[in-house]
């Protein structure tokens, strides 16, 4: 569809902000508490956070929970009976303030949620959530979204796209999808006609800091470099990387249980933990920390781009700032384009 660009006056992001709210919408936005911004339930405007570069963690856990009930299951005079997880009443969900590599993010999330089995719950969940992003008129160190193909202002995963005009300015809203549109639908009025053909002025600035076809190529030759051990030495495994990144889906399944009834739950799971991939056996592919800092970079920047067509990294750097050992992915990425094989 082509894109309908409004304007949005400063003032008007509250009013949206009580009409949603009046139509019975659940809105998740930035909130800052000690120190951290993640994303919480919105009350009120007045508690969203605007002044940050990137949330302390992603919005993934919207569609995809840290820790999700998947099926109830109890033991009785007739046997087993299994009781799946209502799909048809999952509330809707305003995700508000959602920065680009986040909102791109979804569809990486989505490509492997959907690659050899279509996943029921994610894609429910999914469906229920509208995506407010809104551009980066700011960046840091760590910002490197254009390395993997983003860009400040991209549009891929919002259903609209606010971009603020200046440091005090009106914001221009782009309308990108049906669900877009049903917004714009619940107030017109605020939504006004826009003549502006350029947001890329009012956009941060971030270079370019290595090419991500040439680390792809690299890496199919790179599986046995020394590089990785060199790069894990100071690794500590703790999977902070994985937890607050937009794109990892590595889960368990885990049973809990009372008696003859139970639930089974679905939750969080890192490639760096030191038993993801323990067997049985007792044997792990995988058993040093080595191994599996190489599988994290291989599976972001080779395996999903040769499988599903999309990098498994978005550049926003939560990683390197999250990382208790100030591990930096976007300095291990440039060490392994400068390598010469």
Known sequence: MNIDKRLVRRDSLEKLFDILKQ???KIYAPFLKNGKTTFRDAESF???STG???TTESSKDIAFPRTEKILDYSKGKDGL?????DLENLPGV???GVRPCDAVGIGALSSIFNWDYKDEIYNSRLLQVTVFGFSCNKSDEYCFCTSVGGTPGNTAGSD???TRMGEDGDYLAEILTDKGITVVLMAP???E????AEKEKFLAVVPVRFNNKEISEKLDKFFESKVWNDQSLICLGCGACAYVCPTCACFDIQDEAHGKSGSRIRCWDSCGFSHFTLHTSGHNPRAIQSARWRQRIMHKFSYMPERLSVFGCTGCGRCSRACPADMNILENLISIQEVTL
């Open 23 to 25: 139509n019975s919408k």
């Open 46 to 48: 007045a508690m969203i």
């Open 52 to 54: 940050h570069i990137q």
């Open 81 to 85: 009976v299994v009781k799946g997880i």
């Open 94 to 96: 305003i995700l508000w």
């Open 160 to 162: 609209i796209l606010f």
């Open 189 to 191: 009025d605020l939504f």
């Open 193 to 196: 006609k826009s003549e502006i």
